[in-house]
């Protein structure tokens, strides 16, 4: 049996043991995925490929504490996401790009997928999205993009469940009145 045939977890297995071809194919079948999710929260196209490379070494080296090998694909997600709420909250303290400069785009297998993304409708809501306050924009993308619920938001951005749903629901209404203003 190839690799290409060979489920998440004996491709796993042999990744514990250093098999690096097992390694290039679970990286084959993630990477787009995961850098689709790292450039919508850092919104520069060669940092998110930098932290999706990272996130794999991070998920390589640490692979013997993955409790259910069932669950690698959101661990490795998870490992990204956090990369990138790290890397963003770093810029946002020291204010290295400002958000009007760089290209935000989606395109992922579990996100909007390319189809939808060119439907008008939707990249009129991604382009508003874009102007909106920096945590606005992260925990909108979180929420409606990624499909974090509020409880794994708070985690992510190290604020309380009332903060995450009042910081939502205020991101929400902005980009409500924003998206009115832009139809009148």
Request: proline fraction near 1%; include cysteine; charged fraction near 25%.
């Amino acid at each position: 049996m190839t690799s290409t045939n060979q489920n998440i977890e004996q491709l796993l297995q042999l990744c514990k043991s250093g098999n690096q071809r097992a390694q290039l194919e679970i990286y084959n079948r993630y990477n787009k995925a995961m850098y689709n999710t790292a450039l919508r929260i850092v919104k520069d196209s060669f940092k998110a490929e930098d932290i999706m490379q990272e996130s794999f070494l991070t998920a390589f080296t640490k692979l013997q504490t993955l409790q259910d090998s069932s669950l690698f694909g959101a661990w490795l997600k998870r490992i990204v996401v956090n990369n990138s709420i790290g890397y963003y909250n770093k810029t946002l303290k020291q204010n290295e790009v400002p958000l009007e400069r760089v290209i935000y785009k989606v395109e992922d297998e579990t996100g909007i997928n390319e189809n939808e993304q060119n439907h008008v409708k939707v990249k009129v809501i991604l382009d508003t999205m874009k102007t909106l306050k920096p945590n606005y924009s992260l925990s909108l993308s979180l929420h409606l993009i990624e499909g974090y619920d509020y409880e794994e938001i708070c985690e992510i951005m190290n604020i309380s469940y009332a903060n995450c749903r009042t910081l939502i629901s205020r991101a929400k209404e902005s980009l409500r009145q924003k998206l009115l203003l832009n139809a009148s």
